[in-house]
Structure formats: C-alpha cells, structure tokens
C-alpha cells in the first residue's frame, strides 16, 4: 500500500473513532495519556470512568504486549476530564507508525491540546538505578523515520523548560526524580553490550521501544508534551542480569504510587505548567 492510501485510511479510521467514542460518552479531554507496560494501574485514579475497549473501536488494532491491557478510560482526575490509553502498538509489532500513533489523533480530534507519554525503559546512565522516574528532556532516534509526517515538522522534541518545572512540582510533592535523554529503538530485540556503549557516547540516559513517535506526532499537531520513563531494567552491559520482560511489572510496582501521584499532580494540580500556552508546539 503506498503512504498516499496509508494516511487517507488513517484519516477515515479518525473520523470513524472518533465519533464512536462521543457516542459512548467521551467528551473534550483536558489531556491524554498514553500508559506505557506495567503502568496501567494509573486507571483507577480516574473517577466516573468511560471505558472502552479497543477491539470496539473501527480500526484499531490490539495490544499484543504483556502489561497493556487495550482500552482507553474517560474521566475526571482532580477538575480535570482525562483521556487515557492503557496500552500501545508498536511499530515491533508490524505496526505502521499512522498506527502506532492513533491514540495521540484521536485524542487531538476530540479537541484535546494536551499529552503525557509514559513508558518502560531501560537505565543506560550508570547512575540511574531500577525504579527511577525519568522526565525526557530530549530525545534521540535511530536513523529510522519516527512519522509519516517528519518532512513537515518544524520543531522536534527539546523540552528543557517545561521538565524544569514538572522537576519542581515534584520536588514539593517530595517525589523523587530524575531528567534525561530518551534513545529510540526499533526493537523487538533487546540491545547489545556495544549497542548500549554506543548510545550512552551518543548521549543516551535510557533507551526504549517506543514513545517517540506519539511525542513526534504530538508536536506536529501543536500540542504540549512530556514523557516519563520508568527504568524497569538497567540495560545490557549495565547489568550483568539476563533482561527479561517480566522485570517490568514488579519494577513498576516500587514507584507505582509516586508515578501515580506524579501523573496526578501534572496533569490536576493548579499550578500544573502542561497546560500553559507557551509549551504548546507551535
């Protein structure tokens, strides 16, 4: 299939998805959030939830990955109406990226301006240990095309300032956390020792297998964005474990309720920074 049908698929799936879910009673989102492996339980934080699995929706295709459980939740989090994603695809998957970035689309379309992206990643700084919260101030791609849409951007991810001020919102809710740069890989395969050398002389903090493109999307389409990473493993040459993708549920659960609480205050508290006009991409 050329790209030219691919995006004109994409836009109907939109449209279609869309409108599915303002009939089952998904309204304007204040922000979305696309919950990466083992970070689900951020779900039960959203009160009055809509619930809507991803197989109802036309188009959609669905999570084949341990930890995703593949529906969006619709509610209130503090005053704020929250649009979250409990499951992602991704491009290992076979996905094209117009698919694997759906959740940020469908989310613009409903009229939302706002979007946190969490993930599981492995620790490649030496300092960093497992459990660490990770806000990504930049990000580094492979020589691999993250968007269908990449041509067209006029910014990329560099989010120095507004990492600033989440650091600081955090430091007063007495959460711990740390900043640094986010290295995609294509996967599915884990890294090599000379891999990781490699992208820690590059600059790399962590690396993962996913979120790039929904940030990358997310700037096209002008909207605020931040991700988080949790370090569920430190990666290979780091440590000398064998890396296994069961690590990512029982490390999720050491920082499950600071991560909970800090999605919670970024995206609810007054003083929130996400929603100020000047970290829209514009």
């Known amino acids: 299939m050329s790209n030219t049908s691919q995006q004109e698929l994409s836009e109907a799936t939109l449209e279609q998805a869309a409108e599915l879910l303002r009939r ?15 970070l689900g339980k951020f779900t039960k934080a959203i009160q009055n939830p809509v619930v809507v699995p991803y197989s109802e929706i036309q188009g959609f295709p669905e999570t084949g990955v341990a930890g995703h459980d593949g529906a969006l939740y619709f509610g209130d989090v503090g005053k704020r109406k ?53 806000l990504i101030d930049d990000i580094i791609s492979l020589p691999v095309r993250v968007s269908p849409h990449t041509r067209k951007f006029r910014h990329r991810y560099a989010n120095d300032s507004l990492v600033n001020e989440v650091t600081h919102l955090a430091a007063k809710a007495g959460i711990a956390v740390t900043r640094g740069t986010y290295l995609y890989a294509k996967g599915p395969t884990y890294e090599t020792k000379a891999e990781i050398r490699a992208f820690r002389i590059m600059g790399a ?23 988080i990473s949790l370090i569920t493993n430190l990666a290979t040459g780091v440590s000398k474990e064998k890396l296994d993708h069961s690590e990512i549920a029982e490390a999720a659960s050491l920082r499950e309720k600071d991560l909970i609480e800090l999605i919670t205050r970024i995206l609810s508290d007054p003083e929130t920074p996400i929603y100020k006009p000047e970290y829209r991409f514009r």
């Open 82 to 134: 929250v649009l979250a994603w409990s499951g992602r695809f991704h491009h290992y998957e076979g996905y094209p990226f117009d698919r694997t970035v759906l959740p940020v689309r469908v989310a613009a379309a409903l009229g939302c301006n706002t979007l946190v992206v969490t993930n599981a990643a492995g620790g490649i700084n030496f300092r960093f240990n497992v459990g660490d919260l990770m």
């Open 24 to 38: 089952k009673g998904v309204g304007k989102p204040d922000a979305t959030i696309i919950l990466g492996s083992g």
């Open 205 to 227: 903090d962590a690396v993962g297998m996913s979120t790039a493109a929904e940030l990358n999307e997310a700037i096209r389409l002008e909207m605020a964005c931040l991700g």
